[in-house]
Structure formats: C-alpha cells, structure tokens
C-alpha cells in the first residue's frame, strides 16, 4: 500500500509569491491534515479536512488556506510569502478521521524555503 | 490550557536504555502517542497508550504511563544507532481530532 505522498518535496519562493503544496493521502484514508514544522516553534497544526469539510482549524493567518478533493488528495496554499513561512510542511493521513485511537501516517513532507 | 512538554536533548550510550519523559496538563486525555522522526522524513507513529493503561509493552519499547503525576514516558532497551531520531509526544484529550504535540526530543547516541 502506497504511503502518503506530498509533492514538491523542495521548493523555494520569493516573498510576496504564493505556493500551491500538494498531499495524497493513503487509499481508503478520508482525513488528511497540516503541519508546519520549524526549529523554533516545532510541530504547529494549520487545519484538517476530512471528505472534502475543513473540520478543525489551527491558530494561523488568513494567508494559509486549503481543500481537499472527491478523491481525498489534499492542496494547501500560501499567498504572500513572508520569511517567516520557512518551514517543513507536513500532511498526514488517517482512516477514522477522529474515531478510536486515530493513527496519524505522514508524509515526507514539503520543505519550503522563502527568499 | 493545555500543553505537553518534554525535555528537547537526550544523549545516551550505544547499548544503554534511553528514557524519554513527556509530561502533559490535560487529565482529560484519552490517548497519548509517540511518534518518531528521522532525519529528512515525516513522522511515523512508534506506539500509543490509551489513558486507562498503565504501562505497554511492545519489542524494545515500553510505555509508562502515570496518569495521577500526568507523566508519560518511553523506554528504548538497547539503545542502536538507527535510534537516532526526534521523537514526539502527543496527546489527544477526549474525542477531539487535533492532537496537542509536545516540541520533541533528540535522541543522540554515543558511540
């Protein structure tokens, strides 16, 4: 069974562009969510979707959106890119989508580079 | 408001056991994970503990848990090279889908 899958696995932006990243979750999974990792703050989480509903949202600006597909594959977007948004951009998967012990599985993750 | 911390270096011998400590605020909590990362790769789910538990068990891993302290910990026995990773605590508090992720510990092996 094929992983989760996150696609660019590097990319680098200038500030004021915006960046389109991409996850497919594991067959059967519904759930997929976000991540951003950075050195200093660690592991944040930006927002779940599960079929095709944004169901819970991290504390983060306007500027980071998502969606998710029929298909479960999920986007996220970043419009005007600070510095700041340097970051490992992490999607994870799960089958329940909030039921029992809900295992996470992630991707290796997308690793974004503002200039 | 809830939070989970854990210590962000531990450095242990090869061959030795390593002891990862994890402390969490909500006593609400209904599962607590550990999850691993490697260098370069996302997060893989090593084990989980459901809060009525007081310990678990599996290969060279063990999971105590003390849920009166809110104290988590994971034992490695025979600590190995390829031990070397950050690992992450979480916790998920009754049946909300977001889990609160403690900041995660490196691992150093010496050799």
């Known amino acids: 069974k094929a992983g989760v899958t996150q696609t660019p696995r590097y990319l680098i932006k200038t500030r004021g562009q915006q960046v389109t990243l991409s996850c497919s979750p594991i067959?059967?999974?519904?759930?997929v969510s976000w991540y951003q990792q950075t050195p200093g703050q660690g592991l944040q989480f930006l927002f779940e979707?599960?079929?095709?509903?944004?169901?819970n949202k991290g504390n983060f600006p306007g500027r980071f959106s998502g969606r998710q597909f029929s298909n479960s594959r999920s986007e996220m977007n970043v419009s005007t890119l600070e510095l700041g948004d340097s970051a490992l951009y992490l999607c994870?998967?799960?089958?329940?989508?909030?039921?029992?012990?809900?295992?996470?599985?992630f991707g290796s993750g997308t690793q974004l580079s503002v200039l | 408001g809830e939070d989970v911390e854990q210590s962000l270096f531990l450095s242990v011998r090869e061959g030795d056991s390593s002891v990862i400590n994890c402390t969490y605020t909500?006593?609400?909590?209904?599962?607590l994970y550990w999850y691993k990362q490697e260098p370069g790769a996302g997060l893989q789910l090593l084990t989980y503990?459901?809060?009525n538990m007081d310990m678990k068990q599996d290969q060279r891993l063990t999971v105590l848990l003390n849920k009166k302290d809110k104290h988590l910990s994971l034992r490695i026995a025979d600590t190995q090279t390829g031990d070397s990773a950050i690992y992450f605590c979480?916790?998920?508090?009754?049946?909300?889908?977001?889990?609160?992720w403690g900041a995660g510990t490196k691992l150093i092996i010496k050799p």
């Open positions: 994870a998967s799960s089958l329940a989508g909030g039921q029992g012990v809900e295992k996470l599985f």
């Open positions: 067959s059967g999974h519904r759930s």
């Open positions: 979707y599960f079929s095709e509903t944004q169901r």
């Open positions: 909500d006593s609400s909590s209904t599962y």
């Open positions: 503990i459901f809060s």
């Open positions: 979480a916790e998920r508090v009754g049946s909300n889908y977001q889990l609160i």
